[in-house]
Structure formats: structure tokens, C-alpha cells
């Protein structure tokens, strides 16, 4: 049996917050956005203008069948982000109010940095290095 990576999912407090954030500042496209009734939520799928990977962006009410209690995003690690210039990109999320956390890292083929975005999820900004 093989298993095929589709998407990653991630669940918000704020709908509004995060499609700001993912879209507005950090330049991805929605796929599109669907209510459920079912879940008494909505949900989002976005994409980079250039990239495979789709981010599914999901609320739900606080009386929602699926609801659970917050915990800020303790259960994902962190979304990655390729740019052409670090530097550049660690400065434009600075002047929208995301600074980053900690110390650029190397490796021999990239650097990286993160910021915190919204509801606490960590954001992996990386350059690869020629």
C-alpha cells in the first residue's frame, strides 16, 4: 500500500486572522473556502502562486461537534516557506508585524528563520543557497 502526502490542515481561532496572514502577507492564493454546516465551520484551501502544496485552513464554532479545547498549536511543528531572499522576506514580515524568532541558520545548501504566525503556529522561512 503507498500513502501520497496531499495536504496539511491546520485549525484557527480566527478565519479572518489567518486568511489575512497566509494570504495577504505571505502571498498564497485560495483555492477556495466552503461552509459545513454539519461541523458548524468553514474551511479554506490555499496555494503558493508556485508549489504543490496546498494548506487547508479550517475554523469551527465553539459549540461545533468537532470542537476541541485550543492548545495553540501544539500539535503541528511548522509550515515552510521558500523565498529567493531571506533577508528581504525576514524584513517585509518585520514591517507586517511578524519578527523573527531566534538566530538565522545555514547549512551547507540553505538558510532559514522563523516567525510565530497567527494562533501560534511556527512559519519556517527559508532560502536555498546556490
Not at 503507498?2 to 480566527?14: C, H, L, P
Not at 502571498?27 to 461552509?35: D, E, F, N, Q, Y
Not at 531572499?85 to 507586517?96: P, V
Request: aromatic share 14%; no cysteine.
Amino acid at each position: 500500500m503507498r500513502f501520497s502526502f496531499a495536504y496539511t490542515a491546520v485549525r484557527v481561532r480566527d478565519m479572518a486572522d489567518a486568511l489575512q496572514f497566509f494570504v495577504e502577507t505571505l502571498g498564497m492564493k485560495m483555492v477556495s473556502r466552503t461552509k459545513v454546516p454539519e461541523t458548524k465551520g468553514e474551511f479554506a484551501v490555499l496555494q503558493s502562486e508556485e508549489g504543490d502544496q496546498t494548506l487547508e485552513v479550517n475554523w469551527y464554532a465553539p459549540d461545533s461537534p468537532v470542537a476541541y479545547p485550543w492548545r495553540a498549536g501544539e500539535e503541528l511543528d511548522h509550515l515552510a516557506f521558500a523565498v529567493e531572499n531571506l533577508d528581504e522576506a525576514l524584513e517585509y514580515l518585520a514591517e507586517k508585524g511578524f519578527r523573527r524568532e531566534g538566530e538565522i541558520r545555514r547549512s551547507e545548501n540553505s538558510k532559514w528563520a522563523y516567525v510565530i504566525g497567527p494562533d501560534g503556529i511556527w512559519i519556517e522561512i527559508f532560502e536555498h543557497l546556490e
